[in-house]
């Protein structure tokens, strides 16, 4: 579990389907992560997912944020982590619109990233986000992202940006609460 100032990262759990259904579902949320309209059927996802769970957690570092108080309101990962080039992407979607243009998904970017440079021997972050998704890239900026590149796939336009763990320091980012000793300690495997 990480914890920052408004979210807290946890490990997925099956409680969260229902969640990540409706927000795969919803073709605004799509539109904003570029990908297609998920399609299967509310049962079948729920009978898919803990399959998914398992095996993901093999390959990726995927976290639910919640909010202080026990909402779920978004997802984040880290994957395509190649320990040779010591790099990995990144993945946020705050799917509960109630929590946009607050502060949530720059805390939850904070705590990931701070658990990355802290916990991992990662020393790049990179990611894609829409051109026109002026809001994320303002939080990514935010968060110490820069841009590098451009890129057309699948008929979408993206920023490249990333960020390294020494421009992290640099940035003075060391100083986000991400997690209390005692929450780090119990939970190291998830590195």
Known sequence: MLTGSKVILREKRLADARDDYTWQTDPELAQLDATPLLDTSLIQYLLDYPIKLHYSSLIRCQFAIDTLDGKHIGNCVYYGINETKGEAELGIMIGNRDYWDKGYGSDALVSLLSH?????????????????????????????????????KDGYSFVLMEIRRNQW?????????????????????LT
């Open 116 to 152: 990355i440079f802290r916990e991992t021997k990662l020393n790049r972050v990179y990611l894609k986000t829409l051109d026109s998704n002026q809001r994320a890239q303002k939080c990514f900026q935010k968060c110490g992202f820069i841009p590098y590149g451009y890129l057309n």
């Open 169 to 189: 320091g640099k940035k003075g980012k060391w100083e986000f609460k991400t997690a209390s000793a005692s929450s780090r300690q119990s939970n190291q495997s």
